[in-house]
């Protein structure tokens, strides 16, 4: 099974930007599509984005369209989620997730069965 490791969260105004991080360990990285999900406090975790194999392939939700950029470096293991533009709204515990697949585009989070421990994203107004 393959270790995920998020970074890169904090707390910066609404307007800004930060990148997340989320470096791999174990397994073989190119054999996993991945996924970001958030979780706000009392809110059930939600789709942000996913990615596929090969980076060629990805999917927003309608939330975060055109503001984030979901981007993988299969040489350096690590994926990243690039945030511009943020919002109060955006504040959560951001969560990166793997599964094998040659698949794209998974966005229901059952269907992932590696987690990282999560990083807080919070956007003041």
């Known amino acids: 099974q393959v270790q995920l490791v998020e970074s890169g969260g904090g707390l910066v105004q609404a307007g800004g930007s930060l990148r997340l991080s989320c470096a791999a360990f174990?397994?073989?990285?190119?054999?996993?599509?991945m996924g970001w999900f958030r979780q706000a406090p009392g809110k059930e975790r939600e789709f942000v984005a996913a990615?596929?194999?090969?980076?060629?392939?990805?999917t927003y939700a309608d939330s975060v369209k055109g503001r984030f950029t979901f981007s993988r470096d299969n040489a350096k293991t690590t994926a990243y989620l690039q945030m511009h533009t943020l919002k109060p709204e955006d504040t959560a515990v951001y969560y990166c997730?793997?599964?094998?697949?040659?698949?794209?585009?998974?966005?229901?989070?059952?269907?992932?069965?590696?987690w990282g421990q999560g990083t807080q994203v919070t956007v003041s107004s």
């Open positions: 174990r397994g073989t990285f190119t054999n996993y599509a």
């Open positions: 997730a793997a599964i094998i697949s040659n698949l794209y585009g998974i966005v229901t989070d059952s269907t992932y069965d590696n």
């Open positions: 990615i596929s194999w090969s980076g060629g392939s990805t």
